[in-house]
């Protein structure tokens, strides 16, 4: 008889997870609290609490970036930073997937840099969405060995790698792709 064993995360993998998304979080959260008037103004716009309570409660999204930024790394804090995470995730694409429903295209996303303002689009919602599956799989049991010299290289490398590829992707299609279609003079 043969049984089913859970799988197993190499440690490698489930670190360059871990830190990638910690680091993006660090990035968001950090762009946020520095123009923090501008972003209270994106997430009112989004319309999903009544205005008065956005407002007031906009600060919150920043803090909960930076600190799920300093927990995931940390084994004794994922067992909630990791749902935690999952769920902020969901609901920034339900957030944006809300508004496209509604029609309500031309809103700045809220997930660029101070100024680098950013029309809300559909792949914003799969990247979101891409972003919280990879934590799922960082959930996974990891297997039980210590991190060598060479894993920590790979962790490194692989960030870089990781950086860079999201960077060129989010300049691809939160950028280059919109302005391609406005120059050709198609609705978008």
């Not at 997430?43 to 799920?68: D, G, H, K, T």
């Not at 067992?79 to 969901?90: E, F, M, Q, S």
């Not at 680098?116 to 914003?124: F, T, V």
């Not at 979101?128 to 060598?148: C, I, K, M, Q, T």
């Amino acid at each position: 008889m043969h049984t089913l064993e859970s799988p197993l995360l190499d440690p490698a993998v489930g670190y360059l997870i871990i830190f990638g998304i910690a680091l993006l979080f660090a990035l968001a959260g950090s762009h946020k609290l520095r123009n923090l008037a501008l972003f209270t103004e994106v997430f009112a716009a989004y319309r999903v609490l009544p205005e008065p309570l956005a407002r007031r409660s906009a600060w919150i999204i920043p803090a909960v970036e930076l600190s799920l930024a300093l927990a995931l790394p940390w084994q004794a804090c994922r067992p909630w930073a990791l749902p935690a995470a999952v769920g902020l995730l969901i609901a920034y694409a339900s957030g944006i997937a809300l508004n496209i429903a509604r029609g309500r295209r031309e809103l700045d996303c809220g997930c660029g840099a101070s100024g680098n303002r950013r029309a809300i689009a559909p792949w914003m919602v799969w990247r979101n969405l891409a972003l919280a599956l990879a934590l799922g799989v960082a959930a996974l049991p990891w297997l039980g060995r210590p991190l060598s010299g060479l894993d920590v290289l790979t962790v490194i490398g692989g960030l870089t790698a990781a950086a860079m590829l999201y960077a060129a992707i989010d300049r691809l299609l939160g950028d280059v792709a919109p302005m391609t279609i406005a120059l050709m003079g198609r609705p978008s």
